[in-house]
């Protein structure tokens, strides 16, 4: 299995709504990420999780709340985001965090409202 | 703060034609330096990528060329077909990886006139 999944592929939510983004990857990779991408924007990267911990948040609002169950699961939960939000969230893993390919996801278009 | 510079932000070639894309990064601890294509809808999907120990990797018809010196590195995609058209990211890795991060340029969007 050389793929990313994601699940939902689209979703839309109200401003008060709590819903959960995951990701899954069965290639034995101990870095998975978090990107967020704006229409005709680069991926900007949330959060990177290396060997099953938190190692980098990049200032993210507290509305997004990452979890690695374990490592080959990635979940983005969502609470009371604002319309500025609606974005493609995509997941993205590598063999080891910093020197390696990175491999994306399909990501979950996500619509605010 | 570090940053990846992309130019040009459009490009437009006649189909068969080459297309070059260039990007300067500014950490000089930068060690890796990947090129993702994404299409409209779609995730970004690596296409070349070259580590700083070498000056030039190619595959096909894509080649990636890397100046450490000058801190830039460039895709060259020879003889381009309409399928080629897409937006292409370059990216280099902060801080030679230690954290993980990858820094993208802001992109360019190649069209492919058959």
């Known amino acids: 299995d050389t793929e990313v999944t994601q699940t939902p592929k689209h979703l839309v939510m109200g401003m008060t709504n709590k819903k959960s983004l995951k990701c899954e990857q069965h290639?034995?990779?101990?870095?998975m990420y978090w990107y967020k991408q704006k229409a005709k924007k680069p991926p900007e990267l949330m959060f990177v999780?290396?060997?099953?911990?938190?190692?980098i948040n990049e200032s993210v609002p507290s509305r997004f709340s990452p979890e690695c169950p374990n490592s080959s699961l990635l979940n983005l939960h969502l609470h009371a985001l604002q319309p500025e939000d609606s974005a493609l969230y995509l997941c993205?893993?590598?063999?080891?965090?910093?020197?390696?390919?990175?491999?994306f996801g399909p990501g979950t278009r996500l619509t605010v409202l | 703060g570090e940053n990846v510079e992309q130019h040009p932000s459009t490009l437009s070639v006649q189909e068969g034609d080459s297309a070059v894309i260039k990007c300067t990064y500014s950490?000089?601890?930068?060690?890796?330096f990947p090129w993702y294509k994404q299409e409209l809808g779609k995730r970004p999907q690596l296409i070349i990528d070259?580590?700083?120990?070498?000056g030039e990797k190619k595959d096909q018809r894509i080649a990636v060329t890397l100046n450490k010196t000058a801190k830039h590195f460039s895709l060259h995609i020879t003889e381009t077909q309409p399928e080629d058209s897409a937006v292409y990211f370059c990216?280099?890795?902060?801080?030679?990886?230690?954290?993980?991060?990858?820094?993208f340029g802001k992109g360019t969007k190649l069209s492919v006139k058959p």
């Open positions: 993205a893993s590598s063999l080891e965090p910093g020197e390696d390919t990175q491999y």
């Open positions: 290639m034995g990779h101990r870095a």
């Open positions: 999780y290396s060997y099953e911990k938190l190692s």
């Open positions: 950490d000089s601890a930068s060690n890796y």
């Open positions: 070259i580590r700083s120990n070498v």
């Open positions: 990216a280099a890795n902060l801080y030679g990886g230690s954290q993980g991060n990858l820094i």
